[in-house]
């Protein structure tokens, strides 16, 4: 009973994290088209009129970094992260399973380690009350918090991840591994994209399979 108690406790915080990380990347991405915006307005204001706005290359460097760190929790959930499965594909269940988890627990430790010390950069930056050494002198505490934020939430995900992929490992729960932490495959890539396309993408493609007929 216990057992089930705590498989559902994680499984309705990985449902919670997946929402949470959805909004992470919604977040990102907005700051991405801000500062793509932004660097445009700039390009053009400067050949058109000789000025600049200033600091469009060091904000969108900002919005990169941040974007990049608020996306890595969407893309562990999602499984979109590049994996090598060259011999992989061709192992038993049980050993792709172990290799899932212990997959995990070395990425784990080395984000926990990369938020460790980006923690420690944000400390400095705050002791020091640290600017940046542009026009705008943006105090650096501001995006590097931000940044920081995105590993957080990525090491906290993980975690969950990981608990819940190592408790269906020794579990013999195989097919739990495969849908949490395994190796996407061909099929699962092709289904997502035939499940993303609009009705529009999918009327036109019967409209060409009728006139290739």
Known sequence: MRDSTVLSVLDRLLTLAERVSRAAIWFGGA????????????????????????????????????????????????????????????????????????ALLTLGAFVALLTWHSALVLQTS??????????????????????????VLFLLILTLLLMRATLALFAGDLATVQRLAGARSVQEDAADEVAQRTPAQRAAERAAERVGN
Do not use: C, M
């Open 126 to 151: 705050v002791s020091f009350a640290a600017r940046a050494t542009t026009p705008l002198q943006t105090p650096l505490w501001i995006p590097q918090s931000l940044w920081v934020a995105g590993f």
């Open 31 to 102: 700051l991405l088209l801000a500062a793509a915006f932004l660097v445009s307005f700039d390009v053009v204001a400067r050949k058109a009129f000789g000025v600049t706005t200033g600091g469009a290359d060091e904000l969108s460097g900002y919005a990169f970094a941040i974007g990049t760190t608020w996306a890595l929790a969407f893309t562990l959930l999602h499984r979109a992260n590049v994996r090598v499965d060259a011999l992989y594909a061709h192992l038993p269940p049980r050993v792709r399973a172990a290799l899932d988890v212990l």
